[in-house]
């Protein structure tokens, strides 16, 4: 007993084939049963739930989530933002940050290099709603100098869960 649980602390450590064919089961489909998932990757039940019990506890998977259709939720209008912000401090950023994340319409921010520091995406109704983000919203932020907006018109690929 001592030898398999050391075996199975070495294997868990290192990424393996069968935990990269669990990840990928699991990010087409969180869903999947154990039973279904252990054989798919060619496992018992028993030992492939305790790879994805460690994969949970050392945050390999971080969560599951639910795949919506924007449309049948609303969402209309998909832009990404490029934000520039006029210091570039520590407090700046944090302040930003803390803005960014109690906005509901920005599903992603991203710290980013090059010439501006934030990469945003801004999913809204439609374009009254962006542009009320834009201006009443991102654009009273007193450490934003710079805003670019690319709006997205299709995603032929978009494999995010």
């Known amino acids: 007993m001592i030898v398999e649980y ?3 602390l070495q294997f868990m450590s290192d990424p393996d084939a069968t935990n990269e064919k669990i990840l990928q089961v699991l990010t087409r489909d969180g869903r999947i049963s154990n039973l279904e998932l252990a054989e798919r990757v060619g496992l018992s039940p028993s030992a492939c739930l305790r790879r994805v019990q460690e994969l949970e506890r050392r945050g ?3 969560g599951y989530r639910a795949v919506l ?5 609303g969402i209309g209008f998909v832009a990404y933002v490029m934000v520039g912000l006029n210091r570039h401090t520590k407090a700046a950023q944090e302040e930003f940050e803390r803005a960014m994340k109690s906005a509901p319409q920005v599903v992603e921010c991203h710290n980013i ?5 934030y990469l945003l995406r801004v999913e809204v109704s439609d374009l009254a709603a962006y542009k009320h983000f834009h201006t009443e919203r991102l654009g009273t932020l007193p ?3 710079a805003i670019t907006s690319y709006v997205v018109m299709d995603s032929p690929k978009d494999d995010r869960a």
């Open 6 to 8: 050391s075996l199975s």
């Open 113 to 117: 290099t090059g010439t501006v520091e």
């Open 60 to 62: 390999v998977i971080k």
């Open 69 to 73: 259709d924007p449309a049948k939720t």
């Open 143 to 145: 450490q934003v100098n």
